[in-house]
Every structure is written in structure tokens, then in C-alpha cells.
T-cell receptor
Framework: DAKTTQPTSMDCAEGRAANLPCNHS???????VYWYRQIHSQGPQYIIH???NNETNEMASLIITEDRKSSTLILPHATLRDTAVYYC?????????????FGKGTKLSVIP | DGGITQSPKYLFRKEGQNVTLSCEQN?????MYWYRQDPGQGLRLIYY???????QKGDIAEGYSVSREKKESFPLTVTSAQKNPTAFYLC?????????????FGDGTRLSIL
């Protein structure tokens, strides 16, 4: 699976949009981009995933560049409960792809 | 509600003792996974199972054992051979081993050595 690069930490004002970037310049054609977050002492929570089209669900939006080498997770109106470590993961959809490779992620702090 | 239940939330192990961590899911998922997380680190795969009665070693299987006798259950035993067992253990599941569906996680078990 391709490697991802994320900033170590970010701050966001409460009520504003949080834009979390992820670089995955070595992504291959059958690899999807997944986003998870982990609040302290809890299990990771799935947020969203996509291949090449932009995706939106009730939690967030995922914007993937046309060349697929980077993506941005957008939390449209950040709240204090969105403070967490956010992980960007690239994984292919093949039958042999059995695990998720979590890096160190981005620690997002939502500030009142 | 459907989900993944890990128990206990906290567990203490004495030197030389085996302990078993429970993971139960009622999502009817075929695939289940065990990960270990150390402070400030990402997750590392211990074992995974894509179907009942079958399981495979992950990247750090030494000192651990699993069984998958029922679809809904995937217990992890931390044996005395695991010399550094203190960590946060996470169980996950997904509908099938391959495909694009995401893994969903339980809330973890924190294991410490007495």
C-alpha cells in the first residue's frame, strides 16, 4: 500500500471548517483513500473513503485531486468533539489487502 | 445496536501469565482483525481472520494466539512469551476480507503488567 504524509498537528477554531491535508504521491490506480479518527483512549472511527471522485457523508467531505496524489478531509463546522488524531490511509481493494496501515496521523485541536 | 464489543476495558497481567482479550461482533462480518497500539504510535496488525476456522499471522504475531470458532467471536490470547505486552489492543471487523468496505473498530482493551 502507498505511503501517506500528514502534518503532525493542526488547530481549528470552533464553528469553522477544518481542512486536513494528506499526501499520497505514490498511490496506484486501484488504491482507495480512507480516513479514520481516534479520540483519546477510544478505537478508531471510520469517517469516509473514496477512489477518485469527491465524496460526502454526514460527517465530512473528501476531496481527491485529479492526479490522486493528494486529498483533503473537510469537517464543515468543527466542534470541540472533533478534537482527535486523524489518519489518512491508502489501501487497495484486492483480496490480499487484509490490513490498514496507520501512520502517526494529524492531531487536530478544535479551539473554543 | 450492531457493533463490536471488546472486554474487559482494562486488564492486568502478572509475569508468566496468559490472558485472553474478548472481541465479539453482531454485524455478521466475515473478517476480523487484532491490532496493537503503543503510545504515540500507529496500529500494528497481530492476527486476522477472513472466515470462520481460518486465521493468519500479521506483522507482530509472536507471543500471541487466536481462535475463530464462531463468526461473531475472535478472542486474542497474550501469552507469557510476549515479553512487552503493555499496550492498547484493538479489534476490528469488516463484511469481507477484500473489497472496499471499511473496517470498524471496538473501543479497545488496555493491558498492563503488574
Amino acid at each position: 500500500d502507498a505511503k501517506t504524509t500528514q502534518p503532525t498537528s493542526m488547530d481549528c477554531a470552533e464553528g469553522r471548517a477544518a481542512n486536513l491535508p494528506c499526501n499520497h504521491s505514490t498511490i496506484s490506480g486501484n488504491e482507495y483513500v480512507y480516513w479514520y479518527r481516534q479520540i483519546h483512549s477510544q478505537g478508531p472511527q471510520y469517517i469516509i473513503h473514496g477512489l477518485k471522485n469527491n465524496e460526502t457523508n454526514e460527517m465530512a467531505s473528501l476531496i481527491i485531486t485529479e492526479d490522486r496524489k493528494s486529498s483533503t478531509l473537510i469537517l464543515p463546522h468543527a466542534t470541540l468533539r472533533d478534537t482527535a488524531v486523524y489518519y489518512c490511509i491508502v489501501r487497495n481493494s484486492g483480496a490480499g489487502s487484509y490490513q490498514l496501515t496507520f501512520g502517526k496521523g494529524t492531531k487536530l485541536s478544535v479551539i473554543p | 445496536d450492531g457493533g463490536i464489543t471488546q472486554s474487559p476495558k482494562y486488564l492486568f497481567r502478572k509475569e508468566g501469565q496468559n490472558v485472553t482479550l474478548s472481541c465479539e461482533q453482531n454485524l455478521n462480518h466475515d473478517a476480523m482483525y487484532w491490532y496493537r497500539q503503543d503510545p504515540g504510535q500507529g496500529l500494528r496488525l497481530i492476527y486476522y481472520s477472513q472466515i470462520v476456522n481460518d486465521f493468519q499471522k500479521g506483522d507482530i504475531a509472536e507471543g500471541y494466539s487466536v481462535s475463530r470458532e464462531k463468526k461473531e467471536s475472535f478472542p486474542l490470547t497474550v501469552t507469557s512469551a510476549q515479553k512487552n505486552p503493555t499496550a492498547f489492543y484493538l479489534c476490528a471487523s469488516k463484511p469481507e476480507g477484500g473489497g472496499t468496505q471499511p473496517q470498524h473498530f471496538g473501543d479497545g482493551t488496555r493491558l498492563s503488567i503488574l
